[in-house]
């Protein structure tokens, strides 16, 4: 198994994303790329901590690459365009950006970025951060598995679920309708 942690804006629509991925085992919310250990909802939402809403990705790479995952994030699971900010939320605990866990991970994620900048993929530069992981921490229980226990919710309605479509429509060969859930993917730890 493999690690990928990625910030995308709030974290319940990226993790809703990686939630529906084959070859992902697991998709937990937390907090990445700050100084504060253990840190709150409320202190990251206050933008003080240097933390970034965060989603760690544990997949099998013999069922889906870290490229793979990677182009999944820059397709459907945000705007790598948006600096500090994604849809209605901002600040830059809503950045985006990529955590890598080793030298092969940060080459990846330089290349792919070049990459898409270079074939001028969207209208603006991709202002995603790559920096190295330090540390995750678990977000609190009631937003694990959000989008998926919360799918009337507005805020899902409108901003979380038409990315899940996205995947579904764009990726179907990555796609599965039943997702993993946290509470399922502790029992197969």
Not at 34 to 40: A, S
Not at 53 to 82: N, W
Not at 149 to 165: C, F, M, Q, R, S
Request: include cysteine.
């Amino acid at each position: 198994m493999q690690t990928a942690v990625l910030a995308g804006g709030c974290f319940w629509g990226v993790q809703a994303v990686f939630q529906h991925t084959t070859g992902v085992r697991s998709a937990l919310s937390g907090y990445a790329g700050g100084m504060r250990l253990n840190p709150t909802y409320e202190q990251v939402s206050s933008g003080q901590t240097g933390h970034a809403e965060s989603v760690q990705i544990e997949f099998d790479p013999r069922q889906i690459s870290y490229g793979k995952i990677l182009q999944i994030f820059f397709s459907v699971a945000h705007d790598p365009t948006q600096l500090n900010r994604q849809g209605p939320d901002s600040g830059t605990q809503y950045r985006s950006a990529i955590f890598y866990a080793d030298d092969a991970q940060k080459r990846i994620g330089e290349a792919y970025i070049a990459q898409l900048d270079g074939a001028a993929v969207f209208k603006h530069p991709i202002v995603t951060q790559n920096a190295k992981l330090v540390q995750f921490f678990p977000a609190e229980g009631y937003h694990q598995d959000y989008a998926l226990n919360h799918p009337n919710n507005p805020y899902i309605a409108i901003n979380d679920l038409p990315k899940v479509d996205n995947l579904k429509r764009l990726f179907p060969d990555v796609y599965r309708q039943e997702p993993v859930t946290v509470a399922s993917a502790m029992t197969k730890k």
